[in-house]
């Protein structure tokens, strides 16, 4: 092993002990604590970290209906990969999505900010409002790196929207340093990554990447850069 090698393995130690010991206290201090998992690679990262450790922490998913095959291929090898969680899947008003379907047509989104923005609350935020239900924290895969509306996220953050702690224990890593892990620990991970696509979401609204851009540039592409957020993540929070 290099020198460079062994700073670079000594590192992730140390990232892996801090993240660890975050989902820990929030586990223990601010319970029930849950984890969204969308089954990228971050969230891959910290669903190995929760079953391999065994924290008290529930896991969910928001399945939007609209996402790729290969995304539905890793959650159903996810169910055998990590036989100790169990992923609770939570699935959109079918009346509502029928009414945005009636209203906008089924690709409505490309039309304007406001409607992909009202997709998104039909697709996500309501079932993630079920989701969060009863929790007092809820730990998430966000990065400063990922994105410019990400730059300034702390590793806990109050989330004034759903009324509770939002926790991110990787902020600080980097996307080498997410890799590193999944090959380490030989975690499972979205197909669509070796593809080109470093940030996976709906398949209609995702696609491939060049090298040189932005790790989110894929995500509602038509879009400016300042406004690819789903509401999921808005920047009204403090940090905890």
């Not at 992730?12 to 010991?21: F, N, Q, T």
């Not at 990400?150 to 509770?164: K, Y």
């Not at 030989?186 to 990447?209: M, Q």
């Amino acid at each position: 092993m290099s020198a460079s090698t062994a700073v670079a393995a000594r590192d992730l130690d140390d990232l892996i002990a801090a993240a660890e010991a975050l989902i820990d206290h929030v586990s223990r201090e601010h319970a029930p604590a849950t984890l969204a998992c969308s089954f990228g690679a971050e969230d891959m990262v910290l669903l190995d970290m929760v079953a391999r450790r065994g924290f008290p922490v529930s896991v969910f998913t928001l399945d939007t209906g609209r996402l790729h095959q290969e995304t539905y291929d890793l959650m159903q090898s996810a169910r055998s990969h990590f036989r100790n969680v169990r992923i609770e899947t939570y699935f959109p008003d079918a009346k509502s999505v029928e009414a945005y379907v009636r209203d906008h047509g089924i690709n409505g989104f490309y039309d304007s900010v406001q409607l992909r923005e009202r997709c998104c609350a039909v697709r996500k935020l309501e079932p993630l409002k079920r989701a969060l239900a009863g929790k007092k924290s809820w730990i998430t895969g966000l990065r400063r790196e990922q994105a410019l509306t990400r730059r300034a996220i702390a590793p806990v953050e109050w989330d004034q929207a759903n009324g509770l702690n939002k926790v991110s224990p990787l902020a600080e890593w980097s996307n080498d340093d997410v890799w590193a892990y999944i090959r380490h620990f030989d975690v499972p991970s979205n197909a669509l990554h070796r593809r080109g696509y470093p940030s996976i979401g709906c398949a209609p609204c995702t696609r491939a990447v060049e090298p040189h851009e932005d790790p989110r540039a894929g995500r509602w592409w038509w879009e400016n850069a300042d406004t690819r957020e789903c509401g999921l993540h808005p920047r009204n929070k403090s940090e905890a």
